[in-house]
């Protein structure tokens, strides 16, 4: 049994959260508090593993307040605008839509990004991939960086928080994506990265001390594409083709033209391609190849250096 959310003693509901969510005439037929909604729609919000955790968060974003502010007035109950936002995100996220997607942001490296179906939700495990790039990244230096396939531009802004002498470009081939990356930036007030819209290098001018990437690397049968968050999530983001390393080689590839002397290539990988991606790194000239583990263990981050 779960823990109330609070020491009150929470009144139970006349009809049940599916109830609720899915009869229109019952819609705010009865106003809720929220210890009642975070109770019982949380026991009924069975496929998620975080169940509590969601409605917390799917609570807040329908009364325009923090997680914290729901421990500190569970007695107080919802307008009807507010039930009937919490509820229409319910329904959302019992048939399995992200989080993320549903309240339109994420967190990311301490950024609050917004996000979309447009772009890859940010994921902690990604994080790592800011952190060797920082290591690898003077403070009081100029560089030159790029972030290929930026998505909702969530590497390079985080580096760019970091580094603000740092000159960066990010691309991608979505409009829809550089746009969200583009009103990131904005609402962040970073002003040192530049976004481009290319296909990889295609359009990218210039040369780089270091470029990131987060690129598509799973392979097109994979199991994983149809579960979880990821089977809502924008498809060209994720397969690359039949092997998953197709994307990855193409990087490798293409990124030598556009590295200076000892430049470096960062990029996240899966968790079973570490050794497959070494090959190729060393198949097309990188020295000093290193592979990283994210918060799991997984070897998930390789970089190489061009001489």
């Not at 019982?40 to 307040?65: G, R």
């Not at 000159?167 to 930036?185: G, V």
């Not at 799973?218 to 994307?247: N, R």
Request: proline share 6%; hydrophobic share 35%.
């Amino acid at each position: 049994m779960r823990n109330n959310p609070s020491s009150s003693s929470p009144r139970a509901l006349s009809s049940s959260p599916q109830a609720l969510s899915s009869s229109p005439r019952k819609r705010g037929s009865r106003k809720l508090s929220i210890v009642n909604i975070l109770n019982q729609f949380s026991q009924a919000l069975t496929s998620s593993q975080t169940p509590l955790l969601d409605c917390e968060i799917l609570l807040a974003f329908a009364i325009k307040a923090s997680r914290t502010y729901l421990y500190t007035r569970p007695e107080q109950t919802l307008t009807p605008e507010q039930q009937e936002a919490f509820l229409q995100a319910f329904e959302q996220r019992q048939q399995g839509k992200p989080i993320a997607y549903i309240v339109g942001h994420k967190e990311f490296w301490s950024l609050d990004l917004l996000v979309n179906s447009h772009v890859l939700i940010p994921r902690p495990e990604t994080e790592l991939l800011v952190e060797i790039a920082l290591n690898l990244l003077p403070k009081d230096q100029s560089l030159e960086i790029a972030d290929l396939g930026t998505g909702s531009g969530a590497i390079a802004l985080a580096i760019a928080k970091e580094r603000p002498q740092a000159n960066i470009k990010a691309t991608d081939y979505s409009k829809e994506a550089l746009h969200i990356a583009e009103q990131n930036a904005e609402r962040l007030k970073i002003k040192n990265v530049q976004f481009v819209y290319s296909n990889w290098c295609n359009e990218l001018k210039g040369s780089f001390n270091l470029i990131v990437s987060n690129p598509p690397y799973i392979a097109e049968q994979d199991p994983h594409l149809s579960t979880g968050d990821v089977q809502f999530e924008p498809k060209d983001a994720l397969i690359t083709g039949p092997t998953g390393l197709e994307a990855i080689t193409h990087l490798i590839d293409q990124c030598r033209k556009h590295l200076r002397t000892k430049g470096y290539l960062l990029f996240e990988h899966g968790y079973n391609q570490a050794h497959e991606v070494q090959t190729i790194l060393q198949r097309y000239g990188y020295k000093d190849i290193e592979r990283f583990q994210d918060l799991a263990n997984n070897e998930r981050v390789t970089i190489g250096r061009l001489e």
